[in-house]
C-alpha cells in the first residue's frame, strides 16, 4: 500500500549503490539503481521496497541499537520463511540473504513482495468493507493460525529445544523485561511471579508464528477477502500453540474495549463483523481441536510479553537509538499493558 511507504528515515539510511551492487552478482535485478522506500509500520526489523523497472523485491534488515540477537536474527528468519514455504504457501518467496557485512553493516536478505492488502488501524482510503467482508477476513485469520499450527514441524525441528516452552517464556520474557527496564515503568515483579506460579504445561509443540495479526497478513480484496501472504516471521519459532494464540490476542482490540487500550490499537480488528477476542479464542480452539477450559493464563501472557516488546523499543527510544515518532507513546503503553494484564489475574 502506498499510504505506509515513505522516504528512508535517515538513522535507518543504507548504501543503495552497495546493496545494488550485491544485488547485481547475487541475483537476477537488472542493470539500474532502485528506488528504495521505508516502511514506515514496522516496529523492529526494518523493512524496505526496492523497485526497480519490473520487479519490487523487499529488503530486511535489524535495527541499529541494543537489540535481542534471536528476534532480530536475518540469517534465521530467511531460512524459516525458505523452510515453510513449500508447506504453508502464505510465506514470502526469499531469494538471497547477505552476510557480508561490508555491504550495509549487518546481515540482510532480500525477498519477493506479495501484492494485496495489508490491514492497519485505519483502512486505505477508498476501501469499503461490508459486514460480511470483515466477518470473513476474520475467519480468515483464524483458519490461516490454524493451518499453521497443524503444519508438519519436524523440517523446523531444529528451532525446537524440547518440553518445557511454556516455562521457557516465562523465564525468558520476565529476564528480559528486567535487563530492558527504565526507571519510568513498572517493575512488574507480582505480575512475572503469578505467570511463573501459575504456567500450564505445554499443549503441543508446532510451528508458530509469534506475531500473527492482521498487519502482519496480505489480502486480495478484488472481489470475496482471500488471505494471499503472511509476514514478519522474526518471532517464528517450535512451541505451544495457545501461546501463540494468547500473543495474538494481546492486539486484538474490540469494539467496547476501554479507550485507553483501544487507542493502541494497530489493526481494524474493532469493525462490525469481526469476531471477539472470546469468539477468536472460541472458534480457534473449534477448529484446532485443542482442550482449554481457562484461557487466562495465555491472555495475561500474551499482555506481558507485549509489554517487553513495547519496553525493550522504549528503551532504545530514551537512549535516542532511534527517533521514530511512533514509539513516543510506548512507555505509558508498558504500563497500560501490565495493569490491564494485572487485572485479569
Known amino acids: 500500500m502506498v499510504s505506509e511507504l515513505a522516504e528512508v528515515r535517515a538513522e535507518d539510511a543504507?548504501?543503495?549503490?552497495?546493496v545494488?551492487?550485491?544485488?547485481?552478482?547475487?541475483?537476477?535485478?537488472?542493470?539500474?539503481l532502485p528506488r528504495v522506500q521505508q516502511f514506515g509500520s514496522g516496529a523492529s526489523n526494518l523493512t524496505y521496497l526496492l523497485t526497480y523497472k519490473d520487479q519490487e523485491l523487499?529488503?530486511?534488515?535489524?535495527p541499529i541499537g541494543t537489540k535481542a540477537v534471536s528476534a532480530h536474527n536475518m540469517k534465521r528468519e530467511f531460512l524459516i520463511q525458505k523452510t515453510l514455504l513449500p508447506d504453508f504457501p502464505l510465506v514470502p518467496k526469499v531469494i538471497a540473504l547477505c552476510e557480508d557485512h561490508s555491504v550495509i553493516g549487518s546481515d540482510f536478505y532480500i525477498m519477493q513482495r506479495i501484492a494485496g492488502v495489508i490491514l492497519r488501524r485505519d483502512l486505505p482510503s477508498g476501501l469499503v468493507l461490508s459486514v460480511q467482508d470483515t466477518t470473513l477476513i476474520g475467519n480468515l485469520v483464524i483458519e490461516g493460525l490454524v493451518s499453521l499450527h497443524h503444519v508438519d514441524p519436524t523440517p523446523l525441528s531444529q528451532l525446537s529445544k524440547g518440553p518445557g516452552?511454556?516455562?521457557?517464556?516465562?523465564?525468558g520474557w520476565s529476564r528480559r523485561y528486567r535487563a530492558a527496564r527504565t526507571p519510568d515503568v513498572a517493575d512488574a515483579e507480582v505480575l512475572m511471579r503469578w505467570l511463573d506460579e501459575n504456567q500450564p504445561h505445554d499443549i503441543a509443540s508446532c510451528v508458530i508464528h509469534g506475531d500473527w495479526r492482521l498487519d502482519n497478513l496480505v489480502f486480495n480484496l478484488d472481489s470475496t477477502p482471500k488471505l494471499v501472504g503472511a509476514l514478519d516471521w522474526e518471532l517464528a519459532?517450535?512451541?505451544d500453540p495457545l501461546m501463540d494464540l494468547g500473543s495474538s490476542m494481546a492486539y486484538w482490540t474490540d469494539s467496547n474495549d476501554e479507550a485507553a487500550f483501544a487507542n493502541l490499537r494497530r489493526q481494524p480488528s474493532h469493525l462490525p463483523g469481526m469476531p471477539t477476542r472470546e469468539e477468536f479464542i472460541k472458534r480457534?480452539?473449534?477448529?484446532?481441536?485443542?482442550?482449554?477450559?481457562d484461557f487466562t493464563f495465555y491472555e495475561v501472557f500474551g499482555l506481558f510479553r507485549l509489554a517487553v516488546i513495547l519496553q525493550q523499543i522504549w528503551a532504545r527510544y530514551v537512549a535516542g537509538q532511534t527517533t521514530n515518532p511512533s514509539f513516543a507513546i510506548f512507555?505509558?503503553?508498558v504500563d497500560l499493558m501490565i495493569n490491564r494484564a494485572m487485572r485479569m489475574i
Open 237 to 239: 519459532t517450535i512451541g
Open 20 to 32: 545494488h551492487a550485491w544485488l547485481l552478482k547475487n541475483t537476477d535485478v537488472p542493470n539500474e
Open 284 to 293: 480457534y480452539l473449534e477448529k484446532s481441536e485443542w482442550d482449554c477450559n
Open 331 to 333: 512507555g505509558e503503553a
Open 165 to 171: 516452552y511454556v516455562g521457557r517464556q516465562v523465564e
Open 58 to 62: 523487499i529488503l530486511r534488515r535489524p
Open 14 to 18: 543504507f548504501d543503495v549503490g552497495a
